[in-house]
């Protein structure tokens, strides 16, 4: 089974190329990955150390050189990495330019060097060849594309791009703000590859990129994977709802080090990872008052990513009350297994035809495409329904 990273010299790339080697070596177990413990171990996954890696960058560096920045930050540890040096260094082969039209000054201040061509159509060419060098190339099976490229602006007017035709039609007219991850998702689709969005970016969640999906039958999921505060408010705020406790004000301050962190500086890369965060309370909590998420880039803070979060809520006799926690988490080390775990559960639904959205992997997503519910036990309920039905 091949992987394809947008995004691969990325610190949730890197760790999870590194993890996956770690553990097919027998060097790392498998804590933090949900395929690894039941209900999932009931399905007949593709093995971990079974999936080959290649992907897109815009930088000129490496998955070894982004290994060891992250190493001295503690998460993978220095032995791990050069236990699987060798394979980090095959893996860089086969990484290619990508392209970063429409990804704000951020990106393009990152970027080293980026596959551009005067027709959009070319660009998605060029992508196209690229997927399908590495398939050929490699013999493979079966591509999963996903997308672990920083954080895009937010596409203005997506209903322009609501069906197939338009979406073309915008391809071959060379309209200048179709964005690159939407161009990553498009030909990752026509080559028949199914395509996850760990981003807030556009991606495959236009309408015309969802028919596409729907009709070559291809899985099509996203958007924001759900690692941290939001994963943790998912799990609190139901909690709240179903004692009748009306939750007043839910306020949340993240700080983190890493590039994300820079590149969410920007504030219209910030715009989508906001919208994505506020909207799970927004789904579970809908009478609350006041309901704010903020980020900030902390630099010393590298890859970890602190969150305060801060919740008034009222009880009976209009007693009012508080929570406040701290989470303090390895950003990579929660977002990595996950990657792992998607690019699985994913290939397992194209080997069984399985197009479209898929409702059983809501839990992964902050914004979980096609699908209304954001609590977090009712979303696995939804992954428990499918092993049933599968195993
Ligand atoms: P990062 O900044 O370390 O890595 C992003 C990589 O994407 C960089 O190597 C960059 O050069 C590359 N890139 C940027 N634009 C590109 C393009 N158009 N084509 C190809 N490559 C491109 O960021 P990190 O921490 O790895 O996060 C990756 C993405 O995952 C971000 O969008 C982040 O918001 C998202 N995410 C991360 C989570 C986590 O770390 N816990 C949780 C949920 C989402």
């Given at each position: 089974?091949?992987?394809?990273?947008?995004?691969?010299?990325?610190?949730?790339?890197?760790?999870?190329?590194?993890?996956?080697?770690?553990?097919?070596?027998?060097?790392?177990?498998?804590?933090?990955?949900?395929?690894?413990?039941?209900?999932?171990?009931?399905?007949?996954?593709?093995?971990?150390?079974?999936?080959?890696?290649?992907?897109?960058?815009?930088?000129?560096?490496?998955?070894?050189?982004?290994?060891?920045?992250?190493?001295?930050?503690?998460?993978?540890?220095?032995?791990?990495?050069?236990?699987?040096?060798?394979?980090?260094?095959?893996?860089?082969?086969?990484?290619?330019?990508?392209?970063?039209?429409?990804?704000?000054?951020?990106?393009?201040?990152?970027?080293?060097?980026?596959?551009?061509?005067?027709?959009?159509?070319?660009?998605?060419?060029?992508?196209?060849?690229?997927?399908?060098?590495?398939?050929?190339?490699?013999?493979?099976?079966?591509?999963?594309?996903?997308?672990?490229?920083?954080?895009?602006?937010?596409?203005?007017?997506?209903?322009?791009?609501?069906?197939?035709?338009?979406?073309?039609?915008?391809?071959?007219?060379?309209?200048?703000?179709?964005?690159?991850?939407?161009?990553?998702?498009?030909?990752?689709?026509?080559?028949?590859?199914?395509?996850?969005?760990?981003?807030?970016?556009?991606?495959?969640?236009?309408?015309?990129?969802?028919?596409?999906?729907?009709?070559?039958?291809?899985?099509?999921?996203?958007?924001?994977?759900?690692?941290?505060?939001?994963?943790?408010?998912?799990?609190l705020a139901p909690m709240f709802a179903?004692?009748?406790?009306?939750?007043?004000?839910?306020?949340?301050?993240?700080?983190?080090?890493?590039?994300?962190?820079?590149?969410?500086?920007?504030?219209?890369?910030?715009?989508?990872?906001?919208?994505?965060?506020?909207?799970?309370?927004?789904?579970?909590?809908?009478?609350i008052e006041h309901n704010r998420v903020?980020?900030?880039?902390?630099?010393?803070?590298?890859?970890?990513?602190?969150?305060?979060?801060?919740?008034?809520?009222?009880?009976?006799?209009?007693?009012r009350m508080k929570l406040q926690f701290?989470?303090?988490?390895?950003?990579?080390?929660?977002?990595?297994?996950?990657?792992?775990?998607?690019?699985?559960?994913?290939?397992?639904?194209?080997?069984?035809?399985?197009?479209?959205?898929?409702?059983?992997?809501?839990?992964?997503?902050?914004?979980?495409?096609?699908?209304?519910?954001?609590?977090?036990?009712?979303?696995?309920?939804?992954?428990?329904?499918?092993?049933?039905?599968?195993?």
């Amino acid at each position: 089974i091949g992987v394809w990273l947008v995004g691969a010299y990325g610190n949730v790339a890197t760790t999870a190329v590194v993890g996956a080697r770690a553990v097919a070596r027998g060097l790392a177990d498998t804590t933090g990955m949900v395929t690894a413990r039941r209900p999932c171990t009931r399905l007949d996954l593709p093995a971990v150390g079974d999936l080959a890696f290649a992907g897109h960058d815009v930088r000129d560096t490496s998955l070894l050189e982004t290994a060891h920045e992250l190493s001295a930050g503690g998460v993978p540890s220095a032995d791990v990495v050069d236990a699987v040096a060798d394979d980090l260094e095959r893996i860089d082969d086969g990484v290619r330019v990508g392209t970063a039209v429409n990804c704000g000054r951020a990106v393009a201040d990152l970027a080293d060097e980026t596959l551009s061509a005067p027709e959009i159509g070319d660009v998605v060419a060029g992508i196209r060849d690229d997927y399908r060098s590495f398939v050929d190339g490699r013999d493979l099976d079966r591509l999963v594309v996903v997308n672990v490229a920083s954080t895009e602006p937010g596409v203005e007017r997506p209903e322009r791009y609501d069906t197939l035709d338009a979406f073309e039609r915008a391809v071959e007219t060379n309209d200048r703000d179709l964005p690159a991850s939407s161009l990553y998702a498009y030909a990752a689709l026509r080559e028949g590859h199914p395509y996850v969005n760990f981003t807030p970016s556009t991606g495959a969640a236009l309408g015309g990129l969802c028919e596409l999906a729907e009709r070559k039958d291809l899985p099509n999921v996203g958007r924001d994977a759900k690692t941290g505060e939001t994963l943790l408010k998912s799990a609190l705020a139901p909690m709240f709802a179903r004692r009748n406790l009306r939750v007043r004000s839910w306020e949340g301050h993240n700080i983190l080090g890493n590039d994300d962190g820079l590149v969410l500086e920007e504030e219209e890369n910030k715009a989508g990872k906001l919208a994505s965060k506020g909207g799970v309370l927004e789904g579970i909590l809908p009478d609350i008052e006041h309901n704010r998420v903020r980020i900030d880039y902390a630099p010393p803070l590298g890859d970890w990513k602190t969150a305060w979060d801060d919740v008034r809520f009222d009880g009976f006799l209009d007693t009012r009350m508080k929570l406040q926690f701290t989470w303090e988490g390895s950003d990579s080390a929660l977002a990595a297994p996950l990657v792992l775990d998607l690019v699985r559960l994913v290939s397992h639904a194209d080997e069984y035809g399985e197009g479209g959205f898929q409702p059983q992997l809501a839990s992964f997503f902050k914004a979980p495409l096609g699908v209304d519910e954001h609590d977090f036990s009712r979303q696995f309920d939804l992954l428990e329904r499918y092993v049933d039905h599968h195993a």
